[in-house]
């Protein structure tokens, strides 16, 4: 939580695909590491997992706003629809497919060391599908939606509507 609104800006002014990858390959770095600390570090290991919350927030600050460069009007909206659905569909598949790989190799640290695999396939897969300019494409609607409103209100306050007597 600290760091989402730092990587709101940073992603407001850099290039978000490299940001994002970064991050995701942080994150997984990360939580690899986290698999070989022994049982003596145990402030180590949590030190570690908190450093994976920092890989966590450039991804879930910066990937809404590339889902919304990439998509226009309903389809952004049912890309984000899916995106933000995936996110307690993913975290509970987490926990099964950890328990399960932690039983079949008796290990709970094999775990951890199943997340970097999909941290790469996540890094290729935005390579492949990212491509457009930095810049983001949602701002201008969004300026044109206020700068409709305040043609509204200018409209509803007109001096010729107004009463002598307020003005």
Same mark, same amino acid.
């Given at each position: 939580?600290?760091?989402?609104?730092?990587?709101?800006?940073?992603?407001?002014?850099?290039?978000?695909?490299?940001?994002?990858? !970064?991050?995701?390959?942080?994150?997984?770095? &990360? @939580?690899?590491?986290? !698999?070989?600390?022994?049982? #003596?570090?145990?402030?180590?290991? &949590?030190?570690?997992?908190?450093?994976?919350?920092?890989?966590?927030? @450039?991804?879930?600050?910066?990937? +809404?706003? *590339?889902?919304?460069?990439?998509?226009?009007? #309903?389809?952004? !909206?049912?890309? &984000?629809?899916?995106?933000?659905?995936?996110?307690?569909?993913?975290?509970?598949?987490?926990?099964?497919?950890?328990?399960?790989?932690? !039983?079949?190799?008796?290990?709970?640290?094999?775990? &951890?060391?199943?997340? +970097?695999?999909?941290?790469?396939?996540?890094?290729?897969?935005? =390579?492949?599908?990212?491509?457009?300019?930095?810049?983001?494409?949602?701002?201008?609607?969004?300026?044109?939606?206020? #700068?409709?409103?305040?043609?509204? *209100?200018? =409209?509803?306050?007109?001096? =010729?509507? *107004?009463?002598?007597?307020?003005?």
């Amino acid at each position: 939580m600290l760091f989402s609104p730092i990587f709101g800006y940073i992603g407001d002014r850099y290039n978000r695909k490299y940001i994002m990858a !970064s991050g995701i390959f942080f994150w997984s770095c &990360l @939580t690899l590491a986290g !698999s070989f600390v022994g049982r #003596d570090k145990f402030h180590l290991f &949590l030190f570690l997992r908190a450093l994976v919350g920092i890989g966590e927030a @450039t991804y879930s600050t910066i990937a +809404p706003t *590339i889902i919304a460069d990439l998509f226009v009007k #309903d389809m952004r !909206s049912r890309m &984000l629809m899916i995106f933000y659905f995936a996110i307690p569909v993913g975290s509970g598949l987490g926990y099964i497919v950890g328990s399960n790989v932690a !039983s079949a190799f008796g290990k709970w640290q094999y775990a &951890l060391r199943v997340t +970097p695999p999909l941290g790469v396939i996540c890094n290729l897969s935005e =390579e492949i599908v990212v491509f457009r300019s930095p810049v983001s494409v949602g701002t201008p609607q969004v300026y044109g939606a206020f #700068d409709h409103l305040w043609r509204g *209100i200018e =409209e509803d306050t007109d001096e =010729e509507t *107004i009463p002598p007597e307020v003005l």
